[in-house]
């Protein structure tokens, strides 16, 4: 398994109780135990509910930093670097149809889990 990048050092087992967390080609999260990257492959609901809050908002953030998405939250921007970033809306970014099911499931997950 890879060293974390330093972006997420602060996160340490946090971002990587996500515990799946590989070298990702091509900007995408991609992910150990048969679950591929969040760009071409769907992540079954069963692989997310082990995971913490924040290991979950980390899952789903993450798909929105690797398509430049601008955070503006301090916590968005202490974990993910806004260099590069292009978008300011979630909503305006060219997400396909694997990111947005991704974003979803981690969404229902959050909630089942009482996250927000």
């Known amino acids: 398994m890879n060293a974390i990048p330093a972006r997420f050092a602060s996160f340490g087992a946090v971002s990587f109780a996500v515990a799946l967390f590989v070298s990702a080609p091509a900007n995408a999260a991609c992910f150990e135990s ?12 069963s692989m997310l509910q082990p995971l913490s809050c924040d290991a979950l908002w980390t899952v789903r953030n993450m798909i929105f930093d690797e398509n430049g998405y601008c ?14 970033c292009a978008y300011t809306s979630m909503a305006s970014m060219p997400l ?9 499931t981690v969404r229902e997950v959050e909630k089942q889990n009482g996250c927000y």
Not at 96 to 104: D, G, H, K, P, V
């Open 34 to 45: 048969g679950v591929d990257c969040t760009d071409d492959h769907e992540i079954p609901a």
């Open 71 to 84: 955070f503006q939250s301090a916590r968005g921007k202490s974990v993910f670097s806004n260099d590069g």
């Open 96 to 104: 396909n149809q694997y990111e947005l099911a991704n974003i979803a």
